[in-house]
C-alpha cells in the first residue's frame, strides 16, 4: 500500500445542467495519506459530493488527473474501473443504500461475491464485521427492519468487509439523529484505528468534523482550507 | 446470487408480479387453445376432406400426377398393397383405375370419368358404402355401375336402369357393354357427383383390356398429425419401385393453399395475443428497472459489472415467463384436453373445398405447448432486452447524487 | 341472239381468265364437291396409328345430300357390326354386343370417332366450305411449282373451331394436296394430305386421306377409298334408327 492514497491535480468538472454550464470543481490538487481519518465540509453546492464521485471513479473529470492507490484512474477502462471500486473502495452513502431485498449478510458479502471469495471465508468474515459494528446475530435480517443506525452500520460494515484501501463516505450522518450519529463515528473512527484503513467523510455535520483529524473545507469548488488537528 | 436475487425482486412486488405472471398465463393459455383448435380444426379439416376420396397419402407411377395419361400405369400393385398390409399405421389402401367414356341410359348420353375401385379396399379406406344415398353397393354380381348423384340427375336415371357404357380402350378397340345401376353416391364433391361412374375394378380392367393395371393406390393413415412421419416411413420402404408417392398436398394444392390461408389468419390473432403479453412484461419490467434505478446505481458503485445487472433483469423477466408458462400450460392443457376429446359445435357449419363442417375439434400435441412457450419466451425476454440495458447503463454518479 | 349470248359469255369469261388465271370460287367449290354426291357409297379402310397401339377399321359408308350419313364396321372383329348414323346435326351409334343405340350428346362432339384423329362433328359437318369461309388466294413462302394456295377464314357468324385453314390444290385440275388447319391464335393444329389420285366410280379423287394432328407426336390417322359409287339409287331405308339398330 503506498503512502498516498489519493492524489489529484488541478481537477475540474463542468456540468452542463440544461444547456447552461456550471463548474462544480474548479481546480483541485489534494493528497490524502493512507491511514488518514479526515473530513471534507463545505456547504451545499460547494463541490464535495461531486469531487467525491470524480475520486471514487463514479464520474470522469472535465480536466485534471487523479490517482487512487499510484494508478492514475484515467487509464482505466470501465470494465477495470468497476474492479477497482470493487477491491479498493468502500462506499458508505447518506441514504444507506442497502440492496432492500438482501439480508443483512447477503449485502455485506455481495462484494466479496463478486470477488469470488469462497462461502465459508465469506460467511466468518461477515460474522466478524457485524461483531465489529456491534450488530452480532443481525445476519437474517432485512434492512427495512433495521433503524437508520442499524441500516448505517450495516453500510459500514458492506464497505469494510472486503478490506479496501480506502473508505469514501458521502453525509454518513444526514439522516441520523446525534447520539446515533455520534456512536457511529466514534465506532469508525475505532475501526480506524484498529485497522488503518482510510476513511474520508464529505460531510458538514458538526458531530463528524469534531471526529475529524484533518478538515478539508471546500468552497466555490476549490479547496479554501486545510487544518491537520 | 443472481437467481436469488431476481427472485426476492420479484416477490418485492407481489401484486405486480402476480399479474404479470397471469398475464403471461392468459396469454400462453389463449395461445396454446388457438393453437390446439387451429391444428385440430385444420386437421379434422383436412381429415374430412382427405378421407372423403383424396387418401392422405396417394401412390402413383413415376410422372402420373404431373401428367395423368391413361398409358401411364402401376402394374402388380398388389405386391405394393401387401407391403401396406405391413404397416401397422395404415388404416386402408384403395387401388384405382381411371378412364372416360360415353354412358346413355335410355334416351340420354353423357361423357363420364369412370373409376374403377375395389369394393373391399374402398370401403376399408374411405367408407365408400357410406356415401351410398340411394340404393346399394356392389354384390357379387357382374356388371353393376354406382352413379354419383348429379350425372344421376343430368341422365334422368333410376336405381336398376341400364346403363350402356362405351370407351376407347387401351388397345384402341371400342368397348361396350351393358351395366344395372345400382346405387347412388355422394361423395362430398360436387364435380365428382356431377362426372363420375364407380364399377368394379376387375371389370373396368377387363373393358379396357389393361388387366392388373391401376393408376393410383389412395392411403389412409391412423393419425394425420404424423402424416409426414409416415410418409417419410413408407417412402423408404417403396424406394426404388418407380412409383412416387405424395401427400394429399400434392395431388390437391389448391386446397392445401387453402388450409395454409386460413392458417394464416390464426397466425395473426396469436400475434396480437403476444403483442398484449409484451406490452404487460414491458411494462412490469420498465415500472420495476425505473424503480430500482438507485438500486442499480449502487450496484454499479459497489463495483458490479454492467453485463451482471442486465443479466439480472433478464433472469427476473425469464423466471415470472417460466411461471406463466407453467399456469398457462396447466390451464390451457384443462381446456385444450376436452376440447380435443368432444369438440364444440359452431353456430353454423361452414363449407371448404365442398365439404361441410360442423364441429370445431382442438388437438393437443408437442406443438400446443411449445410453441407459446417459444412465442411467450422469446417475446417477453425481448421486450425485457431494452429495460436491461437502461438498468446496466445505470450512471452510479447521477443515481446517487441526489440524496 | 342466242348463239350472241354465248359467244359475249365466252369473251367475259376469256378476259375474266386472262384477268385472274385461276378463280378461288371454282377452286372452293371443287373441293366442296369432289367427295359428295346426291347420294354415294363407299368401301374404306381407316389406319389409326398412336404411340400406344395401331390399328385398321374397314369400313362402309352410305351418303345422301349432305345431311344424312351411314358408317358401319365390317372389321376388326370386335367392333364388328358397330354403325354411326348421322341425320343433320344428330349422331348415334349402334353397338352390337349390348345391342344398344347410343346418342353421341352434344359435348362429345368434338371427342374422337372410334379412336381416330376424325372428330364426330368432322362427321357431322354438313355446310360447304364456300358457305361457311371468306377465302383468297395467296402466295406462300415455300410454294411449290403447280400448286395454287388458298386462305379460308371462317365468316363472322360461322361457329368454328378454326381460326385459318389454308389449303393447296394442283394447279391444272383443282385437286386438293393438302390442307393446314390453324387455331384462333394461329398455332398449326391438324395437317391433312391428299394422295394417290385414282379414278373412282367415275371421278378423278385423291383416294388416299392422311391426317395428322399436330399436338401429339406419332399419331395420325390414314383413310383410304378401296371403291366408290356416287350418284346412285339408295333406298331411304339406310338412313332411318330402325336400319341402324337392325343386327348384321
Same mark, same amino acid.
Given at each position: =500500500? ?194 488503518? =484503513? ?32 | ?7 426476492? &425482486? ?182 365428382? &357427383? ?88 414491458? &411494462? ?120 | ?92 351409334? !349402334? ?37 361457311? !369461309? ?14 395454287? !394456295? ?74 383410304? !377409298? ?23
Amino acid at each position: =500500500m503506498s503512502e498516498k492514497i489519493i492524489v489529484t491535480e488541478d481537477v475540474k468538472k463542468t456540468y452542463d445542467e440544461n444547456g447552461v454550464p456550471v463548474e462544480a470543481v474548479r481546480g483541485v490538487d489534494l493528497t490524502i495519506k493512507s491511514g488518514e481519518f479526515s473530513a471534507l465540509v463545505g456547504p451545499s453546492g460547494s463541490g464535495k459530493t461531486t469531487f467525491l464521485n470524480l475520486i471514487s471513479g463514479l464520474d470522469t473529470p472535465t480536466a485534471g488527473k487523479i490517482w487512487l492507490d499510484g494508478k492514475p484512474l484515467s487509464e482505466m477502462s470501465g470494465r477495470e474501473l468497476s474492479d477497482f471500486r470493487r477491491d479498493n473502495i468502500g462506499f458508505i452513502f447518506q441514504a444507506y443504500n442497502l440492496i432492500p431485498v438482501l439480508t443483512v449478510e447477503e449485502n455485506i458479502e455481495y462484494i466479496m461475491l463478486l470477488q469470488g471469495v469462497p462461502k465459508e471465508e465469506r460467511q466468518s468474515r461477515v460474522a466478524e464485521i457485524l461483531e465489529e459494528v456491534g450488530l452480532g446475530g443481525f445476519e437474517d435480517r432485512l434492512p427495512p427492519k433495521l433503524s437508520g443506525g442499524q441500516q448505517q452500520r450495516v453500510a459500514v460494515a458492506r464497505a469494510m468487509v472486503a478490506k479496501p484501501s480506502i473508505i469514501l463516505a458521502d453525509e454518513p450522518t444526514a439522516n441520523l439523529d446525534s447520539k446515533t450519529s455520534g456512536a457511529l463515528l466514534d465506532m469508525m473512527h475505532e475501526l480506524n484505528r484498529k485497522t488503518g =484503513m482510510t476513511f474520508l467523510f464529505s460531510t458538514h455535520d458538526q458531530i463528524v468534523i469534531d471526529r475529524a483529524e484533518r478538515v478539508i473545507t471546500m468552497r466555490d469548488g476549490v479547496i479554501a482550507r486545510d487544518e491537520v488537528r | 446470487m443472481l437467481i436469488k436475487l431476481a427472485f426476492r &425482486n420479484i416477490l418485492r412486488q407481489k401484486r405486480r408480479s402476480i399479474l404479470t405472471i397471469a398475464t403471461i398465463s392468459a396469454g400462453f393459455a389463449f395461445g396454446s387453445i388457438s393453437i390446439g383448435i387451429q391444428t385440430g380444426s385444420f386437421n379434422q379439416m383436412i381429415d374430412t376432406f382427405t378421407r372423403a376420396y383424396l387418401g392422405h397419402i396417394q401412390i402413383h407411377n413415376e410422372g402420373y400426377l404431373e401428367e395423368p395419361t391413361l398409358y401411364n400405369v402401376i402394374r402388380g400393385y398388389e405386391i405394393i398393397g401387401d407391403e401396406l398390409d405391413g404397416f401397422d399405421f395404415i388404416e386402408g389402401w384403395a387401388p384405382r383405375l381411371y378412364f372416360a367414356g360415353l354412358v346413355s341410359v335410355d334416351e340420354k348420353s353423357d361423357a363420364v370419368s369412370i373409376v374403377g375401385i375395389d369394393p373391399k379396399l374402398e370401403n376399408q379406406t374411405t367408407h365408400f358404402d357410406g356415401k351410398i344415398v340411394e340404393g346399394t353397393t356392389f354384390s357379387s354380381a357382374p356388371n353393376e355401375v354406382i352413379l354419383g348423384k348429379g350425372l344421376m340427375d343430368a341422365l334422368d336415371a333410376k336405381i336398376g336402369d341400364e346403363l350402356v357404357l362405351v370407351v376407347q380402350s387401351a388397345d384402341g378397340s371400342m368397348g361396350n357393354d351393358l351395366y344395372r345401376i345400382v346405387g347412388k353416391v355422394d361423395v362430398g364433391n360436387e364435380a365428382s &357427383n356431377r362426372m363420375s361412374v364407380y364399377m368394379q375394378l376387375d371389370e373396368a380392367q377387363e373393358i379396357m383390356v389393361m388387366n392388373g393395371q391401376i393408376h393410383e393406390i389412395a392411403i389412409i393413415i391412423g393419425k394425420i398429425s404424423r402424416l409426414n412421419r409416415y410418409y417419410e416411413i413408407i417412402s423408404a420402404k417403396l424406394q426404388g419401385t418407380g412409383i412416387s408417392l405424395v401427400t394429399w398436398r400434392a395431388v390437391n394444392p389448391n386446397f392445401a393453399e387453402m388450409v395454409d390461408t386460413k392458417k394464416g389468419a390464426f397466425f395473426i390473432i396469436q400475434f396480437v395475443i403476444m403483442l398484449i403479453v409484451a406490452v404487460g412484461v414491458l &411494462n412490469t419490467v420498465l415500472m420495476s428497472v425505473l424503480e430500482r434505478t438507485r438500486e442499480f446505481g449502487v450496484l454499479k458503485a459497489l463495483g458490479t459489472r454492467p453485463p451482471v445487472i442486465f443479466r439480472l433483469i433478464i433472469v427476473e423477466s425469464a423466471i415470472m415467463s417460466v411461471f406463466g408458462m407453467i399456469f398457462g400450460s396447466i390451464f390451457g392443457t384443462a381446456i385444450n384436453l376436452p376440447m380435443a376429446h368432444w369438440g364444440i359445435k359452431t353456430p353454423h357449419s361452414y363449407d371448404i373445398g365442398g365439404i361441410l363442417f360442423d364441429t370445431m375439434k382442438s388437438e393437443v400435441t408437442v406443438q400446443t405447448l411449445t410453441m407459446p412457450a417459444i412465442i411467450v419466451l422469446f417475446t417477453a425476454l425481448f421486450v425485457s432486452i431494452f429495460p436491461a440495458i437502461r438498468a446496466a447503463r445505470t450512471v452510479p454518479a447521477k443515481s446517487l447524487r441526489f440524496h | 341472239m342466242r348463239f350472241f349470248l354465248i359467244i359475249l359469255t365466252m369473251i367475259f369469261f376469256v378476259a375474266f381468265v386472262g384477268a385472274q388465271t385461276h378463280s378461288a370460287e371454282d377452286i372452293i367449290a371443287k373441293q366442296d364437291e369432289l367427295y359428295r354426291a346426291t347420294s354415294s357409297y363407299a368401301v374404306m379402310e381407316m389406319k389409326i396409328v398412336t404411340p400406344h397401339w395401331e390399328r385398321t377399321l374397314e369400313l362402309e359408308a352410305w351418303s345422301e345430300g349432305l345431311d344424312k350419313t351411314f358408317i358401319l364396321i365390317n372389321s376388326p372383329p370386335r367392333e364388328r357390326g358397330t354403325a354411326t348414323l348421322r341425320i343433320d346435326n344428330e349422331m348415334w351409334n !349402334y353397338l352390337p354386343k349390348t345391342d344398344k343405340v347410343m346418342k353421341i350428346p352434344p359435348s362429345m362432339m368434338m371427342g374422337s370417332w372410334m379412336g381416330s384423329d376424325f372428330t364426330n362433328d368432322d362427321l357431322v359437318k354438313q355446310t360447304t366450305l364456300q358457305e361457311d !369461309y371468306d377465302y383468297r388466294i395467296v402466295e406462300l413462302d415455300g410454294g411449290v411449282e403447280g400448286e395454287v !394456295y388458298l386462305e379460308l377464314v371462317p365468316k363472322e357468324d360461322t361457329p368454328s373451331v378454326w381460326g385459318k385453314i389454308v389449303i393447296a390444290v394442283r394447279e391444272e385440275d383443282y385437286l386438293p394436296v393438302w390442307q393446314k388447319f390453324y387455331d384462333e391464335r394461329g398455332k398449326l393444329m391438324r395437317v391433312m394430305n391428299f394422295r394417290e389420285i385414282k379414278t373412282i366410280g367415275g371421278r378423278v379423287l385423291p383416294t388416299v386421306m392422311e391426317l395428322i394432328p399436330q399436338t401429339d407426336d406419332g399419331q395420325y390417322t390414314i383413310v383410304r !377409298y378401296i371403291e366408290g359409287e356416287f350418284d346412285i339409287d339408295l333406298p331411304s331405308e339406310i338412313f332411318t334408327l330402325r336400319n341402324l339398330q337392325r343386327r348384321r
